[in-house]
């Protein structure tokens, strides 16, 4: 008998390990899984944070992990923690490095430091042939030049909004590009006249949850199981169908990251 099921989809950004999902993580990953979500990858960000991270995404088969310090909470990072790092790269086989990166948004932020913490984490990354999540704010041309100095695995810019030039420039040294709930709103013209310039093959779908929540449910914590929505405004952004933006974005996922279909 024919099961009529939703289209596969991974979620390629999701930090369902963040404490706001304590009280219902079970419940939040069936209704994803039932929904088509058969994957979620969940980058990781500070040293403090990673048994907790490693220890959730053991018990779930769909759950992927990533391991890395983000560039937002710079100031928690000690030079210790790469080689902590590395070791637990050995000791736990993440699929990916991340999430890292460059923040020029938040102003407070050192960047100095971000630079001596993204680029030694690329060095890590290269050296274990793992691909990379990198999280850019403001800092795109920067992280394309140490990108390009380093010549990493490839990897995923998470949601991405820079150019299209410069998408041009990720793409070429093996990148996707994320994007997320924010083309679900009306407002966010710029993104889908980007989205529209980057050929699907290179694109990935991401809920970025529990934060950027999708426009049907704003006001709430954003969640793996929306990410239907964002498929919806994807397709529809594209002129294409939900079966092959579901095809090929899972697709694109499972190559990077060399998951099992
Ligand atoms: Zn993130």
Not at 114 to 143: G, M
Not at 169 to 184: A, N, V
Not at 230 to 242: E, F, G, Q, Y
């Amino acid at each position: 008998m024919q099961v009529n099921k939703e289209p596969r989809l991974i979620d390629s950004h999701c930090h369902i390990d963040f404490a706001e999902f304590d009280h219902d993580r079970p419940q939040v990953l069936l209704r994803a899984e039932q929904i088509g979500v058969s994957k979620i990858i969940v980058p990781s960000v500070t040293q403090d944070s990673w048994a907790n991270t490693i220890q959730i995404c053991s018990q779930s088969n769909s759950l992927e992990l990533a391991l890395g310090l983000h560039p937002v909470f710079i100031d928690q990072h000690q030079p210790q923690h790469l080689v902590e790092l590395d070791d637990l790269i050995d000791a736990h086989s993440p699929i990916a490095v991340g999430e890292i990166g460059l923040d020029y948004y938040l102003k407070d932020l050192d960047r100095d430091k971000q630079t001596i913490f993204f680029t030694k984490q690329l060095i890590i990354a290269k050296r274990q042939a793992l691909p990379v999540i990198i999280h850019n704010r403001k800092a795109h041309d920067e992280c394309i030049r140490i990108l390009a100095n380093i010549g990493v695995n490839g990897g995923i810019v998470h949601a991405f909004n820079g150019s299209i030039q410069q998408a041009h420039k990720y793409i070429e040294m093996g990148f996707y590009l994320g994007f997320g709930g924010m083309l679900t709103y009306e407002r966010s013209t710029k993104l889908r006249a980007l989205l529209k310039a980057i050929p699907l093959e290179h694109i990935v779908l991401e809920t970025d949850a529990p934060d950027m929540v999708v426009s049907q449910h704003r006001g709430t914590r954003n969640s793996p199981e929306y990410l239907p929505y964002i498929l919806d405004a994807v397709a529809k952004c594209l002129d294409s169908t939900r079966e092959e933006v579901a095809r090929v974005t899972t697709q694109n996922v499972q190559s990077l990251f060399e998951l099992k279909p």
